[in-house]
């Protein structure tokens, strides 16, 4: 047997199942229950002492129950003398409270930072993280993945033959620039006011669209309100058609209703964040062999970033 484990917390055991058989190697047991008042009991099914262990769980809906469980599979593995315990969390939870943007308001990305250092994290592993800052507020390692490694080929293989890249927002302009310079296309941005949170509204196109396929990147979608309304008024200005890839499948409230009934002709996530329900106009890639690859070279010390030097 291999001197890594992976174990799965309850989130997305699909993922991590993809991410064993990438290895080959079997997903190691834990049996998680829940007590009847809904507290989460734990135990690990298998010895682990000295070993490298791995725990794939995105704090995702329900995100409180999703973090808590992560945080009691860490301490049980922790005094059960593993060697170290790297959390694989595809979509890291609470990351859009990320600096004190109003008054007496908290810093829960920081909050949960905290949380996993005490409870026995050594090594954290994530992808694209709502703010690169937020690799700071941790005192441990971290892997914050570029999720666009996903989609240069799938988009490569669109041949679009007008393309362009759009940021949604003024805030997502180094993410979509990113992408523009890797697939060598030029970029537009919509500008976006945004009254309230989880709406939006659309204000300007910024750069010309008429004619195009736009793409527009973010990192992730969750009421879809945003991307809804910059597709129609992306549309409106003339673009052929519009397509999103967004990394987080978020998908909240009337997200999947608006997707369904809006101007967006195709939505293109990563599986950190299992899907509610399924659509046609969403197209799900799968993170498994980025993943697995990462913790192949994490637990050989080999260089993660090459992997996206590649692309």
Known sequence: MSGYMIFSGTANPQLAEEIANYLEIPLSQANINRFSDGEISVQIAESVRGKDVFIVQPTCAPANANLMELLIMTDALKRSSAKSITAV?????????????????????????????????????????????????????????????????????????????????????????????????????????????????????????EGKDVIMIDDMVDTAGTMVHAAAALKERGANSVMACCTHPVLSGPAYDRIEKGALDELVVANTIPLKKSSEKIKMLSTASMLGEVIRRVYNNESVNSLFELK
């Open 89 to 209: 969390v595809p979509y890291y939870g609470y990351a859009r409270q990320d600096r004190k943007a109003a008054p007496r308001v908290p810093i829960s990305a920081k909050l949960v930072a905290n949380l996993m250092e005490t409870a026995g994290i050594t090594r954290m592993v994530t992808v694209d993280l709502h703010a690169s800052q937020i690799q700071g507020f941790f005192d441990i390692p971290v892997d914050n993945l570029y999720g666009a490694i996903l989609f240069m080929d799938y988009i490569r293989a669109k041949n679009f033959a007008n393309p362009v890249i759009a940021s949604p927002d003024i805030g997502g302009v180094a993410r979509a620039r990113y992408f523009a310079s890797k697939l060598g296309l030029d970029m537009v941005i919509v500008d976006k006011r945004r009254e309230r949170a989880n709406e939006s509204e659309v204000m300007n196109i910024i750069g010309d669209v």
